[in-house]
C-alpha cells in the first residue's frame, strides 16, 4: 500500500497497477507487470488454447510413456514432440478424433515395421473384449548384415474409459515365425475394460535367431497400427468428413472429363 511522506506531498509504494518510488536518485513510477496467468484468465481465446495445450499434453506424456515401456531403446527421442505435432493437426479438442492423427505412425522412422515383412490385422469388438487377428501377408527379405532365421510380433493395445481415467494397456505376442514357412493367422483376444471409449493398437516386430531375439535397433520396428473411437459424437464428425472427402474426389475426378468435353466444344 502506498504510504504519504512528510514534508512535500510524495508516494512512495503500490498504488493500483502502479508502484511509486521515491529512492536516493529521484522519484519515478513503475506499471506492475501482468502475469501470464492473469493474461489468461482474462482472455477467452487465451484460455481455450491453454486448456488446450494441456488437454494435448496429457495425451502425448501416456502414449509417449506406454509405447516407450514396450519400444524401450527402439523409441525415438524424438517421438514425443512427433505425437504432439500429429495432434494439433486436429482442430477438434476431442480425444479419439486427437488420437486418430496417429494412426500409421512410426515409433522410430528410420527403423520402420515395413523391415520385418507385411501383416493384415483387423480388431472386433466383441463386446467384453478385443478380438484381434494378425495374417501375415509375406515374410520379411533375409537381410545379408542380419544374422536371423525367424522373427516375432507383439501387439500393444491401448484403452481409455470415459471418465477421464489413466489409460490400460495390454501386450501379448506371436509364435516365433520362421522365414522360410508358410503363411500364418494368429488370434487375440484382449481385454476390454468397462466403458471404454478410445483405443490404440501398436504392432512390434523384431528378428531372432533360434527363437532368441537379436535386440538391436535394425533388427526391430513398431507402429501405430490401428486406432478407434466408440464415442457417437466422435463418430458422427468422421462419418460427416468421409463424405465430404468421397464428394470432393468426385470432383476431382470429373476434372478430366469436363475439360475435354469443353475442349471439343472449343
Not at 496417429?102 to 515409433?107: N, T
Not at 508358410?182 to 531372432?208: A, I, N, S, Y
Amino acid at each position: 500500500m502506498a504510504k504519504v511522506n512528510r514534508g512535500p506531498v510524495t508516494l512512495s509504494g503500490k498504488l493500483g497497477q502502479e508502484v511509486h518510488v521515491d529512492g536516493r536518485y529521484g522519484r519515478y513510477v513503475r506499471r506492475i507487470a501482468q502475469g501470464s496467468s492473469q493474461r489468461v484468465k482474462k482472455n477467452p481465446e487465451m484460455r481455450r488454447q491453454h486448456q488446450r495445450t494441456a488437454f494435448l499434453n496429457e495425451i502425448s506424456s501416456e502414449v509417449n510413456h506406454i509405447v516407450h515401456l514396450h519400444a524401450r531403446e527402439l523409441k525415438s527421442s524424438a517421438f514425443y514432440h512427433a505425437v504432439q505435432k500429429k495432434l494439433r493437426k486436429e482442430p477438434q479438442n476431442m480425444k479419439g478424433l486427437l488420437l486418430m492423427q496417429l494412426k500409421g505412425m512410426e515409433v522410430h522412422p528410420a527403423y520402420p515395421l515395413s523391415t520385418l515383412g507385411d501383416s493384415r490385422i483387423t480388431v472386433t469388438n466383441n463386446g467384453e473384449s478385443f478380438g484381434i487377428q494378425l495374417e501375415i501377408l509375406f515374410h520379411p527379405r533375409k537381410r545379408r548384415n542380419l544374422n536371423a532365421n525367424c522373427y516375432q510380433y507383439d501387439l500393444v493395445l491401448i484403452t481409455w474409459t470415459k471418465y477421464g481415467d489413466k489409460a490400460h494397456y495390454e501386450q501379448q505376442y506371436t509364435d516365433w515365425i520362421y522365414l522360410n514357412e508358410g503363411r500364418v493367422t494368429f488370434e487375440f483376444l484382449f481385454d476390454k475394460p468397462r466403458d471404454t471409449m478410445h483405443w490404440v493398437l501398436c504392432q512390434r516386430g523384431q528378428f531372432g535367431l533360434a527363437e532368441v531375439e537379436i535386440g538391436t535397433l535394425a533388427s526391430q520396428g513398431m507402429r501405430i497400427v490401428d486406432v478407434g473411437t466408440f464415442d457417437k459424437n466422435e463418430l458422427a464428425i468422421l462419418e460427416a468428413r468421409l463424405r465430404e472427402q468421397k464428394e470432393l474426389d468426385r470432383k476431382r475426378a470429373m476434372q478430366p472429363e469436363v475439360k475435354r468435353v469443353v475442349g471439343r466444344r472449343g
